[in-house]
């Protein structure tokens, strides 16, 4: 059957609310509407019937349809309403699996259809367009009846969703060991290259065995993506300690800034540079030792200039020379490590904007503010530790994560803004207006954390 493409604009306007397109650009979402076939359906037509192979979605654009699924394995009938914009059959994208339910038209129905050929086709010149199975096999694996095994694992549960994965928990189907399965997006499986790339450097990341490096077991290929079986941590994510605006103590920042240093000086002696090292990417255990995560858009240095996505990484961290596209070293992760230091002592990242270009072009030219402009009690040696980091070339920073953590000393063991004591004096010839002021400043200060006020 052949039909007109549909409308961008019309598109967009229709299908709003659905959160299968909710991270897709203007760009990916014209190229979906010239490739979906309009079809209409009379009252009580079968749009889906259950058990049918499915080779592709129904966008449903206007009308009702009702949803059954025929009892069985103990549960009863269930039947469903739903309005236009809706989605239908969306697991069709990934899998040639029966149809889990009947669908029929409650009245008269249009439909966009997908093929998943043709959707395909799409994703190999639109690699973002692939974001949508991402968000489609996320929802389907926190479904209490939708997808519960990736490979051998049994799915049990959510852990954190993030730009370049979500994470589940699971367990094994036989140790009934619980384990994080990391499913890395769609979009960038099918970048290109990258597929190739990953299952080179897939072997050498499960060979990192290093005490403040996430433990991986194995490799997952599902739902056309790859998942990533590593071990279940307990504790929090730095970025969530930042966010609770929860610093540790000065010689807890020492520690582990020197075990996330060591983590990466591990990685860069077998040749693998991280590419996206910040506070999400930084696992504090419940033992507070620090774990670095995600090794997922990690490459190997010798092909760092020719993997084609040399940009990839989070812009609040990312190095000058990486933001150019040029050839990579263990540097790069230096450089977000200063960040991710800076942003851990003063609760800011030093770089902000209101649009991406805008905050890159701050990487490359705006010079890296003192920490001590923002927090007076910074010590020396993290002001230093920070300044080495996050030189503008690469060249001018610290040779090697050794070097850098070699300057972190070991200094008093206080808080950030450790206890100070504030002590006013006034003698007795003080006017009354003068003693008020005073009390007025007692009280201010005394809301300051941290501060002990005393007025003699």
Not at 77 to 97: C, H, K, N, W, Y
Not at 179 to 205: C, G, N, T, W
Not at 242 to 263: C, D, F, H, K, N
Not at 381 to 409: N, P
């Amino acid at each position: 059957m052949s039909a007109d493409p549909v409308e961008p604009d019309g598109l967009a306007t229709r299908w709003p609310t659905l959160e299968l397109f909710q991270d897709l650009s203007s760009a990916d979402v014209e190229a979906i509407g010239v490739v979906l076939e309009p079809r209409t359906y009379a009252p009580g037509q079968v749009i889906m019937r259950e058990g049918a192979e499915g080779d592709a979605m129904y966008l449903l654009d206007e009308g009702r349809v009702r949803v059954q699924k025929a009892p069985g394995d103990g549960r009863p009938q269930f039947e469903v309403t739903l309005d236009a914009p809706s989605a239908l059959g969306e697991m069709a994208l990934i899998a040639r699996t029966p149809r889990t339910a009947t669908v029929y038209a409650d009245g008269k129905v249009r439909c966009m259809r997908l093929d998943r050929a043709d959707f395909e086709a799409i994703v190999h010149r639109h690699p973002d367009v692939a974001r949508l199975l991402t968000r489609l096999v996320g929802e389907r694996l926190k479904e209490i009846d939708g997808i519960r095994r990736v490979g051998k694992y049994r799915v049990v549960g959510t852990l954190g969703k993030g730009a370049v994965a979500d994470v589940f928990e699971a367990r094994h189907p036989e140790l009934g060991q619980p384990v994080a399965l990391k499913m890395l997006s769609h979009a960038l499986v099918y970048h290109p290259q990258f597929a190739s790339q990953f299952d080179r450097e897939a072997v050498i990341v499960a060979g990192l065995s290093h005490p403040n490096i996430v433990r991986v077991f194995d490799f997952e290929r599902a739902y056309g993506t790859r998942f990533i079986v590593m071990e279940r941590l307990e504790g929090e994510m730095l970025a969530d300690l930042i966010e609770r605006r929860a610093p540790p103590r000065w010689s807890t920042v020492r520690r582990l800034l020197r075990e996330v240093g060591a983590a990466l000086h591990h990685a860069h002696q077998q040749g693998l540079i991280h590419r996206d090292v910040k506070p999400s990417n930084i696992f504090i255990t419940r033992e507070e030792q620090a774990k670095l995560l995600d090794f997922g858009i990690a490459v190997h240095q010798e092909r760092s200039a020719a993997s084609g996505d040399a940009r990839v990484g989070s812009p609040c961290y990312v190095a000058p020379e990486q933001i150019l596209g040029k050839p990579l070293d263990g540097r790069a992760d230096i450089y977000a490590l200063g960040i991710t230091a800076f942003e851990l002592i003063t609760g800011q990242v030093p770089f902000d904007a209101h649009d991406v270009v805008a905050l890159l072009r701050k990487h490359l030219h705006s010079p890296m503010p003192d920490p001590r402009s923002i927090r007076p009690d910074v010590p020396e040696d993290l002001a230093l530790f920070i300044s080495g980091c996050c030189r503008k070339k690469a060249r001018d920073r610290f040779a090697d994560c050794e070097a850098a953590v070699a300057v972190l000393q070991d200094g008093p063991d206080e808080p950030f803004g450790g206890r100070r004591n504030v002590r006013i004096v006034h003698g007795p010839e003080s006017e009354k207006a003068v003693r008020v002021a005073l009390e007025r400043l007692e009280r201010a200060l005394a809301g300051m954390p941290g501060v002990h006020v005393r007025i003699d």
